[in-house]
C-alpha cells in the first residue's frame, strides 16, 4: 500500500525557515517523481515543485523559485522542502504527491498523494 | 505559463442531479488534464486522466471529455458521496497548473 507522510510543518516568523519531509512506502520511490503542491488556507491548489526520480533535475513555480528547494534521499524514501524566507502568503497545508507513471521527466499527474502538513508564517 | 480557467466556482446540485464542470486552457494541452476531487481536510484525490481515462477504483458515474481546449468533468447521477470540491489539472508542460476549484454544494 502507498504511503506519503509528511511532517515538519510549524508556525513560522516572516524570513524564517523551515524544512518539509516527506516519508514514502509501498513503492520503489527512486522510480518516481515526486512533487510539493500547497493550498493556502480556502484557496485553490499551487504546484510548486517537482523533482525526478533520480533526483537530476527539479522544476519549480515562479512564486517560490529561489526561495524553497526541493530534493530527495533514495536511500531513505524520503522527500524533502527547504523553504527560506518564509513570507505570509506561504502559509497553507502542504502536500507531497507522487507521480502516476515511472520515469516521466515531462510532468503527469498524480496518483496519491499525502495527508499533508501545515505552515503557518506568521510574527 | 498555460492558465486553466475552472466553471463554476460553486454549484448546488441535488442527490441523482446530473453535474458539469468545465474547465478551460489558456492553450493547447492536447489531453494532458486530470480531474481531483477534494473533501474538507483531506487529501485530493484522483478521478480522471488524460482528459477522459477513468482512475481505477473511480465510480463509472465520473467520466471526462475535451473539445478543443475545453475540458469537462461530468457526474451522470449525483451521489451523497459526491459532494466536495472538484480542481483540474494540466499537466502539458511546466509549471503545472490547477484550476481555482469547482465546490459542488447540497442545494
Known amino acids: 500500500e502507498v504511503q506519503l507522510l509528511e511532517s515538519g510543518g510549524d508556525l513560522v516568523q516572516p524570513g524564517g525557515s523551515l524544512r518539509l519531509s516527506c516519508a514514502a512506502s509501498?513503492?520503489?520511490?527512486?522510480?518516481?517523481?515526486m512533487s510539493w503542491v500547497r493550498q493556502a488556507p480556502g484557496k485553490g491548489l499551487e504546484w510548486l515543485s517537482t523533482?525526478?526520480?533520480?533526483?537530476?533535475?527539479?522544476y519549480y513555480a515562479d512564486s517560490v523559485k529561489g526561495r524553497f528547494t526541493i530534493s530527495r534521499d533514495n536511500s531513505k524514501n524520503t522527500l524533502f522542502l527547504q523553504m527560506n524566507s518564509l513570507r505570509a502568503e506561504d502559509t497553507a497545508v502542504y502536500y507531497c504527491?507522487?507521480?502516476?507513471?515511472?520515469?516521466?521527466?515531462?510532468?503527469?499527474?498524480?496518483?496519491?498523494w499525502g495527508q499533508g502538513t501545515l505552515v503557518t508564517v506568521s510574527s | 505559463d498555460i492558465q486553466m480557467t475552472q466553471s463554476p466556482s460553486t454549484l448546488s446540485a441535488s442527490v441523482g442531479d446530473r453535474v458539469t464542470i468545465t474547465c478551460r486552457a489558456s492553450?493547447?494541452?492536447?489531453?494532458?488534464l486530470a480531474w481531483y476531487q477534494q473533501k474538507p481536510g483531506k487529501a485530493p484525490k484522483l478521478l480522471i486522466y488524460?482528459?477522459?481515462s477513468l482512475e481505477s477504483g473511480v465510480p463509472s458515474r465520473f467520466s471526462g471529455s475535451e473539445s478543443g481546449t475545453e475540458f469537462t468533468l461530468t457526474i451522470s447521477t449525483l451521489q451523497p458521496d459526491d459532494f466536495a470540491t472538484y480542481h483540474c489539472q494540466q499537466y502539458k508542460s511546466y509549471p503545472l497548473t490547477f484550476g481555482g476549484g469547482t465546490k459542488v454544494e447540497i442545494k
Open positions: 492553450q493547447s494541452i492536447s489531453s494532458w
Open positions: 509501498g513503492f520503489t520511490f527512486s522510480s518516481y517523481a
Open positions: 504527491a507522487k507521480d502516476a507513471i515511472p520515469g516521466v521527466t515531462t510532468g503527469t499527474r498524480s496518483d496519491y
Open positions: 488524460k482528459a477522459s
Open positions: 523533482i525526478t526520480g533520480a533526483g537530476d533535475s527539479t
